[in-house]
Structure formats: C-alpha cells, structure tokens
C-alpha cells in the first residue's frame, strides 16, 4: 500500500528535517545510531532543545504547551526523529503522567506540574509494577492509609525504569483493601526526596543499569497529591496504559533500524558477497519490512480514528503485540547478520567517551546488548499473551 501526504504534511516533513540537521547534536545522533548508552544529560540536552522549538509534548492541548499537530504530523515527526538518530523521548513525564493529569487533575495540578515536565524540572518514573503483580496489576499491594491531611505509603515497586534519575514518581495503591481489585486504587503523585523511598538497582541481562526497585516505608504522601477520585485510581491507570501500549509500537525507531540492518548486511560477506544478496536472507529481511509496512498502516489508521476526542482502545494491544515483535526480529537478524562478530560483548564499547580500538568495528559493538535488551519488549506493558486476551475480549468478542 502506498500513502500518499498532502503537500502540506509534505512541508511539514521539510521543516522537521531542516530542524533536525540545524538543531540535533552530532554527538547525540552518533550514540543513538550506533546502539551506545545515552546519559542522563544527553535527554536533558535534548529535551531543551525540543522545549525551546514548542516541540517537546506533542500530544498536549495548545493551551498547555502542546501542539496542533494531527496524528499524521505526530507520525512525521517520530520517523523522521528516528531516522536522524534523535533520542527517544523519555515518556513517562512528557507522554504518560501528563495526560492523565491533564485529564484527570485538579487545576492546581496543572498549573504546578504540566510546566515542569515541559522545563524538565521534574522527572518522573512509574510505579505501575510489583513483585507479585505484572501484567495482573490489579493484584497489586502497595498500600495508601489516609492519616489526615496525608497518605501513609508502604510497599514496594519493580522494574521502574531510569527511577535513579527521577525526583517524583507515579504510583498506583490500593486506598481501600476490602473492596474489589480495580475499585480499590488510587493514583498518587510521590516526590521521591520523601524520606522512606529507597531506590535498589537492577542489572538487566544486557548489563545495564536501566531498571529499578522502588520502597516505601511510612512514606508520607499529601492527599493534595492525588490524581482523580480515592479508589477510582484504575480509571486514570487504564487510560495511561492506552498511550503506553500505543507508543511501544515503535514504528519510527524500527524503520531505522532496519535501515541500519540492510546497511551492515550490505558489508558482511557471505561466499564472496554481500549478506544483502543472498536469496535466504533477504527473504528474511522482506519478511519483517512487510510486517513493518502493516503495522505503520495500522498505526495510521487507529491513531488517526482515536484523534477526534477519544482514547485508542483495544487497538493499542494489537500495536503492541505487533510492534514488540517486529522490534524483536530485527535484533535477531541483526545479530545473524554479524554472525561470529556478534559474540563479543564490551561494555566499555557501549560508552560514548570510549576512544579505543573497536574489538570488530563501532557497527557490532552493540548488537548482543540490543537483542538482550529487547527480549523484554514483549513483556513489559501488559504482556504480549495479554494483550492477545485483550483483543480476543474486546474486539473478536470470545
């Protein structure tokens, strides 16, 4: 199927890549595009950057510093945000929190945290998952007791991504145990300098330090800080997740690094040619373009139906489940592609100050760390065999 852009989303595209060579730093660029490990400071420099440009918060309405950007400008921007080496905007304050503020909050709320999530000011990580509640996460245990003008927080939370960086988090506890699982919630918005919040770090397979542990110990939480209704929390969670689950396609990112991936099959050899020429892998790389291309046309197609006031709904689980997978097979063909040269895996290759001899080449420093890295795409999210539950209830009806 070919799409066919009006001339304006034509000029659009323009406009987004003359900003991207003017305004995205080079070294920036050369770390997203080699797999290399961003810092904390590279996201800020580039979120300033984007704040400065009126482009950092896209989804938001105008009046809040967002744009009019319909879904197709949306779609623009990430692809070609993505084929320029840009980072991947850190979603949890920009694109999670923010719009269930905007929805739900108070206008305190708004006024206090909206502009400093555009500043970065503020940045926040998500307290969704437990030891004994993933894709259930309406078995969570975290608990809220309202003591007055506060909320006592015990409990604890996992797998909460870049959470050593951030200064506030959102969490989802359970404000009322007696009643049903989803009617029991509340969303609560918790400054991570409150006393009896330990941050512990996780090493994930790849070796990175990307995921954490969150505690709470008597954590004293004021109730001017919640989100929404007591106990009605899961209104606000299931809301989020739709803008989650959506954005976990990926798209934009998987076209470049399909891209990358035809480049270095373009260089491996294989009896006397380029990997790129044998029948075997090629069929496998069409493969996954194919499955690229559907998906991009889905994208369009639910985002575009969603934009006029509602939500994606059981959709997004269809994006996710597709999106994840395609993300997944391209680390795998990325390492088949290097063959043996994928085996090696130095972390020192992944920093951005390295400056030593590369083992093999910059290209095949970082394909072992992506493939394990992405193994948890299918998983985090809502599971993907959830997600497929979703959309047999849903949508088929069964």
């Not at 987004?16 to 490990?37: S, T, Y």
């Not at 009896?196 to 070796?207: Q, Y």
């Not at 592609?337 to 400056?355: C, H, I, Q, S, T």
Request: some cysteine; charged content about 25%; overall charge negative.
């Amino acid at each position: 199927m070919e799409i066919h852009y009006s001339a304006e989303q034509n000029a659009f595209r323009e406009e987004v890549r003359e900003f991207l060579r003017q305004e995205l730093p080079a070294d920036i660029a050369a770390k997203v595009k080699l797999g290399k490990h961003l810092t904390k400071a590279d996201h800020e420099r580039w979120q300033q950057i984007l704040s400065r440009k009126g482009w950092y918060a896209p989804g938001w309405p105008v009046e809040h510093g967002g744009t009019d950007w319909g879904p197709v400008e949306k779609h623009i921007f990430d692809e070609e945000s993505s084929a320029a080496g840009a980072p991947r905007t850190i979603p949890f304050g920009v694109a999670m929190v923010a719009p269930v503020i905007i929805k739900f909050g108070t206008e305190e709320q708004k006024q206090k945290y909206l502009p400093r999530i555009l500043s970065g000011e503020d940045w926040w990580c998500q307290g969704y998952s437990e030891p004994g509640a993933g894709s259930d996460l309406a078995s969570l245990k975290t608990r809220a007791v309202r003591d007055g003008d506060h909320y006592i927080v015990n409990g604890q939370k996992t797998w909460t991504t870049l959470g050593q960086h951030a200064n506030m988090i959102f969490c989802l506890v359970r404000t009322d145990p007696e009643a049903q699982q989803q009617r029991g919630i509340s969303f609560l918005l918790i400054d991570m300098d409150t006393p009896g919040i330990t941050v512990r770090p996780i090493i994930t397979l790849d070796g990175d330090h990307e995921v954490n542990e969150v505690f709470f110990d008597d954590v004293r939480v004021p109730v001017e800080n919640l989100v929404g209704e007591e106990n009605k929390g899961w209104t606000c969670a299931k809301y989020l997740l739709t803008h989650e689950r959506t954005g976990l396609a990926g798209i934009g990112s998987s076209k470049a690094a399909l891209s990358h991936l035809k480049k270095i099959a373009a260089k491996q050899q294989k009896g006397g040619k380029s990997l790129l020429e044998d029948p075997l892998f090629r069929a496998q790389i069409a493969e996954v373009e194919m499955s690229l291309m559907a998906a991009e046309m889905s994208t369009l197609r639910i985002v575009a139906a969603a934009s006029e006031g509602g939500v994606p709904g059981a959709e997004s689980s269809i994006l996710k489940v597709q999106g994840t997978e395609i993300r997944q097979a391209i680390t795998h063909l990325m390492r088949k592609a290097l063959g043996p040269y994928a085996l090696p895996f130095l972390p020192e290759e992944l920093e951005g100050d390295f400056d030593g001899e590369y083992l093999v080449a910059d290209y095949a420093a970082a394909p072992a760390s992506t493939y394990f890295n992405m193994r948890k795409l299918s998983i985090f999210g809502g599971s993907n065999e959830i997600q497929k539950n979703i959309v047999s209830k849903m949508i088929l009806e069964l």
